[in-house]
């Protein structure tokens, strides 16, 4: 079992920053491949970014491209997602998930693992 818990969320102002930050426990981090997902009201969970065990491969969905930087410490068995240039759009709850697979990968149905959720909201 793993347990997944998400902080960093807050307000922001239109074109700011945020990093969220995602603290695993319960087997060993290096061992999975993690990502980052969000769902705003009244909308599907989506897919943002996703990173795989070592941290050598990284994908993003092409909204945050150049925004969003995914990034892992597996001294610290933690998950990060710095964004910068926030819209109001990017406004959602974020999840962070994980997988025993290796590759990074874009579908919500692969995750074995969820956190609660973190809100972000971006004024205009």
């Known amino acids: 079992q793993v347990q997944l818990v998400e902080s960093g969320g807050g307000l922001v102002q239109a074109g700011g920053s945020l990093r969220l930050s995602c603290a695993a426990s319960?087997?060993?981090?290096?061992?999975?491949?993690m990502g980052w997902f969000r769902q705003a009201p009244g909308k599907e969970r989506e897919f943002v970014a996703a990173i795989s065990r070592g941290g050598g491969t990284t994908t993003y969905t092409d909204s945050v491209k150049g925004r969003f930087t995914i990034s892992r410490d597996n001294a610290k068995n933690t998950l990060y997602l710095q964004m910068s240039s926030l819209k109001p759009e990017d406004t959602a709850v974020y999840y962070c998930?994980?997988?025993?697979?290796?590759?990074?990968?874009?579908?919500?149905?692969?995750?074995?693992?969820w956190g609660q959720g973190a809100q972000v909201t971006v004024s205009s």
């Open positions: 319960g087997r060993t981090f290096s061992s999975l491949a």
């Open positions: 998930a994980a997988r025993l697979l290796n590759n990074p990968g874009r579908d919500r149905n692969e995750y074995d693992y």
